[in-house]
C-alpha cells in the first residue's frame, strides 16, 4: 500500500461528499427525501446558451486544445458583463482570466501566492474550499469572525488586536456572503482595501451570488485603488444556472493575473470551445434574463421562509443569494436539528457548522428545489 501526501491528513472529505452518501442510501431504502442541504441550480440555462454549444460543434477549431486566456471574444464579453452591471472598465486583454469555476480559481490564486506558512484570512462562517486550499498548500488558515450582532461584516478594529498579521498574505472576502445573504455596504469595501494597503495584503473577493435576489451587484473592483490589493472572482454556476458547465473568471491588474497563468497554464489546457460559446451568450443575456430568474427564487423563498417559521426558526428578510440562512430556538444544535428533520420528515437541511464554529446555531436552507417540493416540506413539518 502507497502512503498518501502529508497534505491529505490536513483536510477532509468534503462534507456534501460525505453527508449525500447517507441521504442517498435512505433514498435507496424507499425515504422520499426532499433535499433543501445543496446550491446546485436545478433551473435551465437561457436556451441561446444550449443553442450555441450545440451550434459549435462543427466549427473547424471546436475539438482542439484552446487558449490559456480563453477566447479574445469571450473574455470581451466578460469585460462587457463588469462594465454593464458593476461600471467596471476592464482590458479584456490583460486584466481578465476565464476560469473552469470559480472554485479552481481559489486553488491557482493559492498556488500563486501563498508559500509555507504564510497567513490567510478566512471568514468564518464561510465556504469552506478556503480553508481547505488554505491547507492544501501549507499556509495557516487564520478565521475572522462575523457575527450577526455585527451583521456579518468584519470588525477590523477587533481583528487588528486579536490577530497577528504579519505573515497574512491573502484575505478572502465573499459578498454577497454565503451562507448568510448579507450584502456589504460601500463603507465595507473602503474600509477593505485600507486594511489589505496597510498590512500588504491580497483581498480577494468571492462574488458569484451578486445576480440572485439582490437588487445592488457590487464589485470590489470599482472602488479606489482596488486594482492595486485586489482580485475578484465570478462565476456563471448561479447567474445563469451553469454549474455544471464550470466557467468563471478571476479579474485584477495584469501582473496578478500573470503570476495565475503561471499555475493554471501548467494544469489544464484550455477550457472546451463550445463551453466558452455558450458562456459568450450567457454574458450577453438582457435584463430579462435575470427578471425571471429571480422571479422563481423568490417566490421559492417566500415558501422557504414558511416552512423556516414552521420549523420555529428566525430569518433575515434583507437576506439575499440562493439560500435562507435561519437561526434556530436557542440551545438547540445545527447537526442534531438537521439529524432529526433528516430522520423524521425526510428532508434535508444543511447545518450551519459546516461553515464554521460561528455557524452553530444556524441551519442554510438551499432555494434550489421546486416550489411543489417545498409546498410537501411546509406540510410534513406541519
Ligand atoms: C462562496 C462560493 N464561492 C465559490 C463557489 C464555487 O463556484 P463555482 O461553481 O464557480 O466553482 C461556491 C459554490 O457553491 C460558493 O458558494
Redesign the pocket.
Known amino acids: 500500500m502507497i502512503s498518501v501526501a502529508d497534505r491529505l491528513h490536513t483536510v477532509e472529505e468534503y462534507y456534501f461528499s460525505r453527508k449525500l452518501k447517507e441521504v442517498n442510501l435512505l433514498k435507496e431504502h424507499g425515504k422520499p427525501i426532499i433535499n433543501l442541504g445543496i ?1 446546485s441550480p436545478d433551473l435551465q440555462p437561457p436556451s441561446r446558451v444550449v443553442s450555441a454549444i450545440v451550434d459549435s460543434m462543427h466549427d473547424a477549431t471546436a475539438h482542439k486544445y484552446q487558449s490559456y486566456q480563453g477566447l479574445p471574444e469571450l473574455r470581451q464579453a466578460m469585460a462587457d458583463f463588469y462594465k454593464k452591471h458593476f461600471s467596471v472598465s476592464l482590458s479584456p486583454k490583460t486584466e481578465i482570466l476565464p476560469l473552469m ?4 480559481g ?1 486553488m491557482h490564486i493559492s498556488m500563486a501566492f501563498l508559500n509555507e506558512g504564510d497567513g490567510v484570512l478566512i471568514p468564518n462562517p464561510g ?1 469552506p ?1 478556503y480553508t481547505s486550499v488554505t491547507k492544501l498548500v501549507g499556509a495557516t488558515p487564520l478565521f475572522y469572525d462575523l457575527k450577526e450582532k455585527n451583521n456579518w461584516l468584519p470588525d477590523f478594529v477587533e481583528l487588528e488586536k486579536t490577530h497577528d498579521l504579519s505573515k497574512v498574505k491573502i484575505m478572502w472576502i ?1 459578498y454577497p456572503h ?1 451562507p448568510t445573504g448579507t450584502v456589504a455596504p460601500n463603507k465595507f469595501y473602503e474600509d477593505v482595501i485600507e486594511f489589505a494597503k496597510r498590512h500588504n495584503i491580497l483581498v480577494v473577493n ?1 462574488n ?2 451578486s445576480f440572485i435576489l439582490n437588487q445592488f451587484p457590487r464589485s470590489i473592483l470599482k472602488y479606489k485603488n482596488a486594482k492595486d490589493h485586489c482580485l475578484e ?1 465570478n ?1 456563471l ?1 448561479k447567474t445563469f444556472n451553469m ?1 455544471g458547465w ?1 466557467v ?1 473568471m478571476v479579474m485584477g491588474k495584469s501582473e496578478y493575473l500573470d503570476s495565475i497563468i503561471k499555475v493554471k497554464s501548467n494544469m489544464d489546457s484550455g477550457m472546451f470551445y463550445g463551453i466558452q460559446k455558450g458562456a459568450i451568450e450567457a454574458l450577453n443575456c438582457s435584463d430579462i434574463w435575470y427578471l425571471s430568474l429571480n422571479s422563481v427564487y423568490e417566490k421559492r423563498r417566500t415558501l422557504v421562509w414558511e416552512l423556516a417559521e414552521a420549523l420555529n426558526c428566525t430569518y433575515d428578510k434583507n437576506a439575499t443569494g440562493m439560500f435562507v440562512w435561519a437561526k434556530l430556538p436557542e440551545f438547540v444544535k445545527s447537526e442534531e436539528f438537521i439529524d432529526t428533520v433528516l430522520k423524521n420528515d425526510s428532508i434535508f437541511i444543511a447545518p450551519g457548522t459546516i461553515f464554521g464554529s460561528n455557524g452553530e446555531g444556524y441551519i442554510r436552507f438551499s432555494l434550489c428545489a421546486e416550489t411543489e417540493e417545498i409546498e410537501e416540506a411546509i406540510a410534513r413539518v406541519k
Open positions: 446550491g469555476g470559480s472554485k479552481e481559489i465556504y474550499t465573499n454565503m468571492d458569484p451570488y472572482l462565476s454556476s454549474a464550470r468563471g
